[in-house]
């Protein structure tokens, strides 16, 4: 019977075993490819983030710099100055060519033509003007070393390009604001581009400066396209797609370009040049990216083309091995791979799966597919549309199918180990446990045979009875009370914390503006804004009161500035700001500042012995939170720095204000106030 007994414990629990580790593994397979698919939709939709922010942030610089009147100046004062450059006489503008000619011939048409793969000649990369040839020799003789060789200094690095034409003057004038601009925005380049297609300024000097984007060698160039566009009427910033940019030596480039417009008049345009490095530094670097995504996990980019915007990441790590996988897989040419080692990239070349691609770039977001990648690798992928600035890229995500997987093989191998122990214990276990429950029916079988035998005494060792008793209901009980107590103190608890932070918050409310306490309860604490016009007054008091009654002093200046719609933004030392417009826009906020300024003299002169000094300026103010462990509200910016000049250089008892102050007062009240005493530097 214990037999019996045990082998049917056995039996069960093997059945159990095996049915719960089929299970076991198919959920977990499902588990595994749930959560790899939420990953994978999790970093491609924050790398999505990422590059839709630097599109757009880039763009919106871009823009902002066409705009802008100091680049229209700009533009207008290279353009006029490069019609204006004075050329050497006809041997020596020969000569020039001849030793452009040859830096571009040794220097840059090989590499031109191992990325191109087309035959490539100095007339590809020299300027088609005597103009652009002279330009590209000044700039030639600043770097180039007395053999004749290149030297450590950069075309970016030289201020002063030499000669005596006024466009050297103004490139030494403009080129370090540009060449700052472009290295802050990573941008390989920043280049002017007058209307009639003229290339009149670029920070790097490539072969397309000096060239003509309608007529020269860079006329069917995408910065030719773009500039052509703007020229049919297209006034929007344009991004382009990669292509294989010459004077950049084939290497994979895109724009960021905004039209100069000025007075409706088309005066040319502004352009960025960036590299696929930048996409690939997103997208490596991002909140998503490569690290932490195992070892096979990767997001890249890929056109309508379904060939890649960006480099995959192994490339990244280690081209070589990459190219020689691409080759073997048969994804990449031999001529592609050579393209690819030139070019220092696989972008253009690299092909992405087609369905894929097509899938996202139709229906939206893909769900989980499983392909055969890049390099010829089983995979799981998710891919989503890049729908910025017209722009037909893909963003995918993918890992390989093993190492998706690798989980679910190890929880295998792991779950036939714990098998084969649990099956080795409960074996054991179920044959002394079935001994111990057979025990008392065998006690009892031997007494019976001992007693129809007539050996065994009634008294002699009884059979052993079996009881039981309940447990657990105080133990329930002790539970649900201690839950109880526990969820009562919680919500206790919960209602202190809310009241602490209403409290918090009404603090909060009575220190800084209500938006803004708002916008910090709800963790923003980046807030800043940028007041386009408003006006600062900062008063510095000077008297022997200041001291002792400087409550007094300061509740009239409260009172004076709440008349007048002023508010006091800060106190420090013996210097009040006071500002107007910086919290919603008033039309006369020039006019209010200067009345209150006359009217807190006259008031602190009469009533107290205090004489203060008051300075007013006009203009754009920068207005948030300062500091990071204590939070202050504050305005800052030039203007009030202005502002701050003149209250410390007026004499006590006087107020001074700034030209653009002076430009938005009314007549009466600037006549009235230079009458009354005001000071206009």
């Known amino acids: 019977m214990a037999t019996r007994l045990a082998t049917s414990v056995v039996a069960v629990t093997a059945v159990t075993v095996a049915v719960t580790s089929v299970v076991g593994v198919r959920s977990g397979m499902q588990a595994t490819e749930r959560l790899l698919e939420q990953r994978l939709a999790s970093i491609r939709s924050a790398e999505l983030f990422e590059l839709t922010s630097l599109v757009e942030s880039t763009r919106g610089i871009v823009a902002g710099l066409a705009d802008s009147p100091m680049t229209a100046d700009a533009l207008d004062r290279f353009a006029t100055s490069f019609a204006e450059v004075e050329l050497p006489d006809r041997a020596t503008l020969a000569e020039q060519r001849d030793e452009v000619a040859e830096r571009v011939a040794r220097d840059l048409v090989p590499a031109l033509a191992a990325a191109s793969a087309r035959p490539v000649g100095p007339r590809d990369l020299v300027p088609e003007t005597d ?96 500039l052509r566009s703007f020229v049919t009427g297209g006034r929007d910033p344009v991004v382009t797609d990669l292509s294989a940019y010459e004077p950049a030596l084939g290497r994979p480039t895109w724009f960021l370009a905004a039209p100069v417009v000025v007075d409706g008049e088309l005066r040319g345009m502004v352009a960025i040049r960036l590299g696929v490095e930048r996409l690939n530094e997103v997208l490596a670097d991002g909140t998503g990216g490569d690290e932490g995504f195992g070892e096979t996990g990767e997001v890249y980019l890929a056109g309508s083309d379904n060939r890649l915007r960006s480099d995959p990441r192994r490339f990244r790590e280690a081209p070589g091995a990459y190219l020689t996988d691409a080759r073997e897989a048969s994804t990449l040419t031999d001529a592609e791979v050579d393209l690819a080692r030139a070019r220092g990239s696989t972008a253009l070349l690299q092909r ?75 074996t054991f276990g179920a044959v002394a446990w079935a001994n111990r429950v057979v025990r008392p029916v065998r006690l009892v079988s031997e007494r019976l045979r001992e007693r129809r035998a007539g050996l065994a ?44 932070h209403q409290e918090w918050l009404d603090v909060l409310r009575s220190l800084l503006p209500s ?27 000077h008297g022997a009161e200041l001291d002792a009654g400087a ?66 300026a006009s203009g754009s103010v920068n207005v948030g939170l300062s500091g990071s462990a204590k939070l202050v509200y504050d305005v800052w910016g030039p203007t009030v720095a202005e502002a701050y000049a003149l209250a410390r250089r007026v004499a006590p008892g006087d107020v001074a204000w700034s030209e653009q102050t002076a430009e938005r007062l009314p007549d009466d009240v600037r006549d009235r106030q230079l009458t009354d005493g005001g000071a206009h530097p």
């Open 515 to 541: 938006s803004v306490a708002d916008r910090i309860d709800e963790g923003d604490r980046s807030v800043f804004d940028r007041v386009p016009s408003a006006t600062v007054a900062v008063v510095v008091l």
């Open 131 to 226: 103009v652009g040839v002279h330009l590209h020799h000044l700039v030639l003789q600043r770097i180039a070393e007395p053999d004749g060789e290149l030297g450590p200094t950069l075309a970016r690095d030289v201020d002063d390009p030499g000669g005596d034409s006024r466009w050297a003057a103004v490139h030494a004038d403009l080129h370090p604001h540009y060449r700052t601009v472009a290295a802050r925005l990573g941008a390989d380049d920043l280049a002017l581009v007058a209307s009639d297609g003229t290339v009149v300024y670029s920070v790097e000097k490539a072969p397309d400066f000096a060239t003509n984007l309608r007529i020269g060698p860079q006329s069917g160039g995408s910065l030719a396209t773009t």
């Open 352 to 426: 992405a799966d087609g369905d894929v691609v097509g899938a996202a770039a139709g229906d939206g977001s893909t769900e989980l597919l499983r392909r055969v990648d890049h390099l010829g690798r089983d995979s799981l992928m998710v891919a989503t549309p890049f729908e910025v600035a017209d722009l037909e890229w893909v963003i995918v995500a993918q890992l390989t199918h093993d190492e998706a997987a690798r989980p679910v093989t190890d929880y295998r191998r792991l779950l036939l180990l714990v098998a084969a122990v649990v099956m080795a214990l409960v």
């Open 457 to 500: 005494a009634l008294a002699d060792d009884p059979v052993p009875a079996t009881t039981s008793r309940r447990h657990g209901c105080d133990e329930f009980q002790r539970l649900v009370d201690g839950f109880a107590a526990m969820d009562a103190q919680l919500l206790t608890r919960r209602h202190e914390i809310e009241v602490a």
């Open 551 to 616: 409550d007094a002093v300061i509740a009239t200046l409260d009172r004076i500035a709440e008349r007048h719609g002023l508010e006091r933004v800060k106190l420090v030392g013996d210097s009040c700001f006071v500002a107007v417009g910086h919290r919603q826009p008033v039309l006369d906020h020039a006019r209010r500042a200067v009345v209150f300024a006359r009217e807190l003299v006259d008031e602190l002169t009469e009533h107290h012995t205090v004489r203060p000094g008051v300075g007013v």
